[in-house]
C-alpha cells in the first residue's frame, strides 16, 4: 500500500466540514480563537485531528460556557 499524505482540507472544506461560513474560518484564523492551521505556498489547510481537538475544547454545557466534566 502506498504511503498516503493525511487528509487535510482547505478553508473552504474546512468551513464545510464545521458548518461554518468561510469568511468566518478566515476571521476566527486572524483573532487566533479558531483550529490549528498549516500556511503552505500561502495556502491555508487544516488537519482533521486538529479540528476534532479544537471542536472537543469548545464543547459546553451550557450558553453560559461551563464546560462538561470528564469525556
Known sequence: M???????PDTTETA???RLKKH???NM???GNG???Y?????IFYRRNDLRHWL??????????????GR
Open 24 to 26: 468566518t474560518m478566515e
Open 39 to 43: 500556511k503552505l505556498a500561502g495556502r
Open 56 to 69: 472537543a475544547k469548545a464543547r459546553r454545557r451550557s450558553s453560559a460556557g461551563e464546560q462538561p466534566r
Open 2 to 8: 502506498p504511503n498516503r499524505w493525511p487528509d487535510v
Open 16 to 18: 464545510q466540514i464545521l
Open 35 to 37: 483550529p490549528v492551521f
Open 29 to 31: 484564523r486572524c483573532i
